[in-house]
């Protein structure tokens, strides 16, 4: 079992950032490919960016070039850097993981946290 607990979200302004981080308890955090999800009302979950095991990066075309995702073994806590963060990226962020590769398919992680809240203004 892997337990994960997300914090960072918050209030923002358009063009403005927030750092997100997701702390896992439980089992090898370095065994598992880490994602971050978002769901915003009315719309289904969608893929935003993941990080592998060995560390290598995968980001969702609307995203790329302004949010990085990264990984901390030593403190088993992957983190989204948001910049440039737009009105219609207000969600409630997810993070994820699971014990294979990183895929884009949220019905294939195995563990899920209970969301923050990312809000942001026009």
């Known amino acids: 079992q892997v337990q994960l607990v997300e914090s960072g979200g918050g209030l923002v302004q358009a063009g403005g950032s927030l750092r997100l981080s997701c702390a896992a308890s439980?089992?090898?955090?370095?065994?598992?490919?880490m994602a971050w999800f978002r769901q915003a009302p009315g719309k289904e979950r969608e893929f935003v960016a993941a990080i592998s095991r060995t560390g290598v990066r995968y980001g969702a075309d609307s995203v790329k070039g302004r949010f990085t995702i990264s990984r901390d073994n030593a403190k088993n806590t992957v983190y989204l850097q948001m910049n440039s963060l737009k009105p219609e990226e207000t969600a409630v962020y997810y993070c994820?993981?699971?014990?294979?590769?990183?895929?884009?398919?949220?019905?294939?992680?195995?563990?899920w946290g209970q969301g923050t809240q990312v809000t942001v203004s026009s």
């Open positions: 994820a993981a699971r014990s294979e590769g990183v895929v884009m398919d949220a019905r294939r992680y195995d563990y």
């Open positions: 439980g089992r090898t955090f370095s065994a598992y490919a």
